[in-house]
């Protein structure tokens, strides 16, 4: 089974300043996709940036980066210039790429980072 | 905003009871999952549908069942409410094909 560490359970950050992070992850699989989630205060869990697995680049999306390792099975999440809207939960998750008719659509979530900027 | 509602917000229960909750997608979402948060605790996945019928499932109890309707729409139903049972249960739909999950707001369940 997959299984996603996610070992920071806080963080904080000063705006406008950098933060990363970290999370690893086990899978015999060789083709999966990973996921950064954000889960502010309202629950609403929204998707901040993919990486498929097969790719070597990592995935960009304006302040928000990834590093990603696959030998080292590391999908860590860098944010630069930090927002106050940036304070949330973060989950990292896993989702396999086999399966057919629509059931490799399971998400298996780490446990989560709370990020707190700082004015 | 994800396309993706669920209803009712909050819920309050007691244990023993049984409760439906509800999650309506975007049109043409036929991959809905459903997925519990404890308090603290990052998502469990409790069971997916795909066209209408169950194609994967957590480790949950068959206590914890669902539908899919053919408008996009799907419930949970949980019997037998357990004070454990209290989280935010969270529905995602997706296009097929794609590889994005979109999120509902959650609901809060609370078992007394």
């Known amino acids: 089974a997959q299984t996603v560490t996610q070992s920071q359970p806080e963080m904080s950050v000063q705006e406008a300043e950098t933060v990363t992070l970290s999370c690893t992850y086990d899978?015999?699989?060789?083709?999966?996709?990973l996921f950064w989630y954000k889960q502010p205060p309202s629950r609403q869990m929204i998707l901040v940036i993919r990486?498929?697995?097969?790719?070597?680049q990592n995935a960009t999306e304006n302040r928000f980066s990834v590093n990603f390792q696959k030998a080292a099975k590391s999908f860590s999440l860098k944010i630069s210039d930090s927002q106050l809207g940036d304070a949330a939960m973060y989950f990292c998750a896993y989702r396999g790429g086999s399966g057919s008719g629509g059931s490799n659509y399971k998400l298996t979530f780490g446990k989560g980072t709370l990020l707190t900027v700082n004015p | 905003e994800t396309g993706v509602t669920q209803s009712p917000t909050h819920l309050i229960k007691t244990r023993g009871q049984q409760v439906t909750l509800r999650c309506s997608s975007q049109?043409?979402?036929?991959?809905v999952s459903w997925y519990q948060q404890a308090l603290g605790q990052g998502p469990q996945f409790i069971f997916q549908y795909y066209r209408e019928e169950e194609n994967g499932r957590g480790n949950f109890p068959p206590r914890f069942s669902g539908l899919q309707f053919p408008n996009y729409s799907s419930e949970l139903n949980v019997n037998a409410l357990e004070l454990d049972d209290s989280a935010l249960y969270l529905c995602a739909s997706s296009l097929p094909g794609t590889r994005e999950q979109y999120f509902g707001p959650g609901t809060r369940l609370t078992v007394t």
């Open positions: 049109s043409g979402h036929n991959t």
């Open positions: 899978t015999s699989e060789s083709d999966y996709y």
């Open positions: 990486q498929e697995a097969y790719k070597q």
